[in-house]
């Protein structure tokens, strides 16, 4: 078989470990030939592809971003800007390439487009990627334990400046939609108020939450809020969240956006570990002609769930998930 693979939308680490997952599995175990389309979709689009050989395959497990490039490339999305039938030229180039399968490496928009595409007809298997781990039917996607393990070395590092200025220290970090990095990183981090998208916040709650520590005699405070939370006058969230703080407390404050850090650098050992076993199972689905699928963890097993149950969904924290039930229970503020 030939198979085409591709990585599309925001990078982070264990891409490259993915692509080695599903390419060495499908080389040596399965005798299939791999080819790799460069910067998402629009590879698929531009007839830009490469022969992948096990030589190309090494050196990735721990590198970060993707060897393949990327894109947030949207062929299914209508633009008026353009007259060319992106569907149909994607399948033409599908069936001219001689690919069998195309595998999709990506986040919700990339799950998406590859439902789109299998129900054209093209044999396609994804595997879910975001930092946001906000992709449906998976427990856990790749690129998230090492984003909140970067945010909360950050966090961190925060508590002694704080400490030593008696100062609010407010550290925004992704997840436009989902808050799963701020929930996990902000409690693994020792934060005292977490914000996130899913959970309406009251700044009069987060002023008092943070006097009655003071009164408690601890001189500071540390807030972790995600990107996406919502704010006034179009402000980012931490230049926001600092100012109604200082301006509620008079207490001074600071904020530090942590941005693309979180999606740079080598993959934690768990999402090696994570990429090697979903890029494993996205060969093995390919094997046994089981196409339509996205690659999921549930609890500690990896499997698949048909893509159609997957487009257009987000996985949100729930109010009632334990990291915020607890949480509370010890006294942290969410909003
Ligand atoms: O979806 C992952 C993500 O990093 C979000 O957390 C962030 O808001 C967005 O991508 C940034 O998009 P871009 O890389 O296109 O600026």
């Given amino acids: 078989m030939r198979i085409g693979i591709l990585t599309s939308g925001g990078d982070c680490p264990g891409i490259n470990a993915t692509i ?46 993707t060897i393949l490039g990327t894109s947030r490339e949207k062929p299914f999305k209508k633009r008026a800007s353009t007259s060319t039938n992106k569907p149909a030229l994607l399948l033409k180039n599908i069936k001219d390439l001689q690919l069998d399968c195309i595998v999709c490496i990506g986040g919700n928009g990339t799950q998406k487009t ?37 945010a909360t ?27 799963w990095i701020a929930l996990y990183s902000g409690m693994a981090g020792g934060g005292d108020v977490i914000l996130i998208p899913e959970i309406p916040y009251n700044i009069h709650n987060i002023g008092n939450t943070i006097i009655e520590r003071l009164k408690k005699g601890k001189n500071y405070s540390i807030v972790v809020v995600a990107e996406g939370i919502q704010t006034a006058d179009g402000k980012k969230a931490a230049e926001y969240i600092a100012q109604e703080i200082e301006y509620e407390t008079g207490i001074e404050t600071r904020e530090t956006v942590l941005g693309y850090i979180q999606r740079g650098g080598s993959p934690t050992a768990f999402d090696r570990n994570l990429a090697t076993r979903m890029g494993g199972h996205a060969a093995e689905l390919i094997a046994t002609g089981r196409f339509g699928r996205m690659v999921a963890l549930k609890g500690n097993e990896i499997t698949s769930i048909p893509l159609e149950e997957v487009a257009g969904k987000l996985k949100l924290v729930n109010a009632d998930h334990d990291l915020i039930l607890q949480g509370k229970r010890m006294g942290i503020c969410f909003g």
């Fill in 114 to 150: 590859a439902c789109k595409l299998a129900e054209l007809g093209v044999n396609v298997v994804s595997v879910p990627k975001t930092i946001d781990n906000d992709v449906w039917g998976t427990d856990f996607s790749f690129g998230f334990d090492t984003a909140v393990a970067i």
């Fill in 153 to 179: 070395d950050a966090i961190d590092r925060l508590h002694s400046t704080a400490s030593s200025h008696q100062r609010v220290m407010v550290i925004e970090v992704m997840g436009h939609k989902a808050g």
């Fill in 20 to 65: 080695r997952g599903v390419c060495k599995t499908a080389i040596n175990h399965y005798g299939m030939e791999v080819f790799g389309i460069q910067s998402g979709f629009r590879g698929l689009l531009d007839n830009d592809i490469v022969p992948l050989n096990d030589k190309d395959l090494t050196g990735l497990l721990n590198l970060g971003g």
